[in-house]
């Protein structure tokens, strides 16, 4: 078992803020996939991924101990849980190999010639390039990313429901789902002609409305979340955008962190006509296990709630992890249930 392994699901309480200036807020701080992930106490939405390698503190041997993300960044992380701070430690002694000044004023030089490799062959292999480059956006810049889509998708018609009954049977919908921070977000009045699930990026499921309508129960609304979920993890969604932009926003993207605004412009409604594939099967059973779900709520319900299940569903009913045991709790209670498919009604 890695460092991280051992606390992936550790979190904690933190005070942090977007800059000195800014108005602090309560977060709750958790690990991810080499990143640390500030999430606010309250809603659980996502306010900043760092990469925990470049983490560093600010006041060694002070407490309570301060945090900011290497760079020029102004983000600043209060912590005061001793089994943080020292689980912080440990997993970025894990991560960041050690190194002198040498190899540290090395890495510079290596990444522009790095940069110009990828260019070069970018010019000949545009798939290495998106390939590349998706390889190396960091999650926060995926999640900004996510916001100028969800824009775009609100410049489109969309809009998103909110209620305080729906919005807490969400929170329990997801926290059922997803073992890292994620957000599931119900939009109605999309442009599609069949409702769907779509991953936008950045850990960001979008929900068409019209699924809650249809959706006999909270088990089949979660089942076809899944089915998003391991098609995202089949093919990066960051590879579709940077197809849509082209090969010089993909690179100013990998060389300066920057995408274009107008690169991306049309991008919101070519990903709602894409059409969804089948997601992997193997894996997608191991999601359904792993949080406890049978297939068969989704495979026998009277409507197809994603629309590439046909393919899948006899696989998927012979297949059932939770075939032959007993029914367990539900995802959510019925008053819960309801609530959630209020959502849009306030």
């Not at 545009?126 to 998706?134: F, K, N």
């Not at 197809?243 to 412009?265: E, I, N």
């Not at 969804?276 to 949080?291: G, N, S, Y």
């Not at 779900?293 to 299940?309: E, F, G, I, Q, Y």
Request: aromatic share 4%; hydrophobic share 45%; proline share 8%.
């Amino acid at each position: 078992m890695t460092a991280l392994d051992k606390y992936r699901k550790l979190e904690g309480p933190g005070v942090w803020a977007a800059s000195r200036d800014e108005h602090r807020r309560d977060v709750i701080v958790s690990f991810g996939d080499a990143t640390l992930v500030i999430s606010d106490s309250r809603s659980m939405a996502v306010l900043s991924h760092w990469s925990l390698p470049a983490v560093e503190r600010i006041n060694p041997g002070k407490r309570p101990a301060l945090f900011r993300p290497e760079g020029d960044s102004e983000e600043v992380l209060e912590l005061d849980d001793d089994w943080l701070i020292d689980a912080l430690r440990v997993v970025q002694g894990a991560l960041r190999p050690p190194g002198s000044w040498i190899t540290r004023a090395r890495r510079p030089l290596l990444l522009a010639l790095g940069a110009a490799v990828v260019l070069a062959a970018g010019a000949i292999i545009p798939g290495a390039l998106r390939e590349h480059t998706a390889s190396v956006v960091p999650m926060a810049k995926r999640v900004e990313l996510g916001n100028m889509v969800r824009a775009d998708l609100a410049g489109l018609g969309g809009r998103q429901c909110t209620s305080p009954n729906g919005d807490a049977a969400l929170t329990s919908l997801r926290r059922a789902l997803f073992q890292t921070p994620a957000q599931i977000v119900v939009m109605r009045d999309l442009p599609l002609d069949v409702p769907r699930i779509q991953h936008v990026m950045g850990r960001y499921f979008l929900v068409d409305a019209r699924l809650l309508e249809d959706a006999q129960s909270p088990e089949a609304l979660a089942g076809a979340i899944l089915m998003a979920v391991q098609r995202s993890a089949d093919e990066d969604p960051l590879i579709p955008l940077l197809r849509h932009a082209g090969v010089v926003a993909t690179f100013r993207l990998l060389t300066s962190a920057d995408m274009p605004r107008s690169a991306m412009r049309g991008y919101a409604s070519a990903m709602l006509r894409a059409p969804l594939v089948a997601p992997q099967l193997d894996p997608l059973l191991e999601r359904f296990a792993r949080v406890d779900l049978s297939t068969r709520a989704l495979v026998d319900h009277p409507t197809p709630l994603d629309p590439a299940l046909g393919e899948l569903s006899d696989a998927m009913r012979a297949q059932d992890p939770l075939a032959g045991e007993p029914v367990g709790v539900g995802l959510l209670s019925d008053g819960q249930w309801v609530s959630l498919q209020n959502i849009c009604d306030s």
